[in-house]
Nanobody
């Protein structure tokens, strides 16, 4: 089992910045992917950004150039720096930890943190 604790959400005006953090604990595997997903009201959960244990990154097209994902593997922590925030970035942001076992995978989720961007 892996536990994830997120922090850093809040209310910000459009154009502002926020930094999310997520600390993982428990049965951490050396090879894993950590990422951020978000879910706005009435919409499906979507990938925002992910980073592998080898520091390869993947971003949703809507956040490229504005958001930066990073990790501190020694602290089992992943960060999401969000700049130039837009009203449409408003959502609950969830931290994800993914490990791979054979041909399968295990996903763990944080409780979510609200990000609200006002106009």
């Amino acid at each position: 089992q892996v536990q994830l604790v997120e922090s850093g959400g809040g209310l910000v005006q459009a154009g502002g910045s926020l930094r999310l953090s997520c600390v993982a604990s428990g049965s951490i595997r050396s090879i894993n992917t950590m990422g951020w997903y978000r879910q706005a009201p009435g919409k499906q959960r979507e990938l925002v950004a992910a980073i592998t244990s080898g520091s390869n990154t993947n971003y949703a097209g809507s956040v490229k150039g504005r958001f930066t994902i990073s990790r501190d593997s020694a602290k089992n922590t992943v960060y999401l720096q969000m700049n130039s925030l837009k009203v449409e970035d408003t959502a609950v942001y969830y931290c994800n930890y993914r490990s791979f076992v054979g041909v399968g995978r295990n996903d763990f989720w944080g409780q979510g943190t609200q990000v609200t961007v006002s106009s």
